[in-house]
C-alpha cells in the first residue's frame, strides 16, 4: 500500500508564487515517475509535469518557463514550484506516481489533491 500527500496549495494573488509537495509513504521499493496534474472546475483533468526515474521533467506549454518539478529520491518527495501564477491556474493539483513496492508489483496511487485560487 502506497499514500500520496500533497500539501502547499492556497490562495495567492496574480504574479505571486507557490510550492507544492508530495510526500509518498508505504512499501516503496522504487518510484519509477511522478506527476502533477491539475483539475479545474467543468474542465478534463490534464498534465502538469511529470519527471521519469532520472529524467528530466516534462512541461505543459501552458506552465514552461513559470514552474519548476523536483525530485527528492531519498526523501520520496516531489516539489512543484509555481512561479508568475495566474488566474488560469487555479485548480485543484493532484500528485501521481508509479511506484514500485516490496511485493515486486507496480502501483499508480493518486493524492487526495489540493486546491490552489489565484486573484486576478
Known amino acids: 500500500q502506497v499514500q500520496l500527500v500533497e500539501s502547499g496549495g492556497g490562495l495567492v494573488q496574480a504574479g505571486g508564487s507557490l510550492r507544492l509537495s508530495c510526500v509518498a509513504s508505504?512499501?516503496?521499493?522504487?518510484?519509477?515517475?511522478m506527476g502533477w496534474y491539475r483539475q479545474a472546475p467543468g474542465k478534463q483533468r490534464e498534465l502538469v509535469a511529470q519527471v521519469n526515474s532520472g529524467g528530466n521533467p516534462v512541461y505543459a506549454d501552458s506552465v514552461k518557463g513559470r514552474f519548476t518539478f523536483a525530485r527528492d529520491n531519498a526523501k520520496n518527495t516531489g516539489y512543484l514550484q509555481m512561479n508568475s501564477l495566474k488566474p488560469e491556474d487555479t485548480a485543484v493539483y493532484y500528485c501521481?506516481?508509479?511506484?514500485?513496492?516490496?511485493?515486486?508489483?507496480?502501483?499508480?496511487?493518486w493524492g487526495q489533491g489540493t486546491q490552489v485560487t489565484v486573484s486576478s
Open positions: 508505504g512499501s516503496i521499493r522504487s518510484i519509477n515517475a
Open positions: 501521481n506516481a508509479v511506484v514500485r513496492v516490496t511485493t515486486g508489483a507496480t502501483l499508480n496511487p
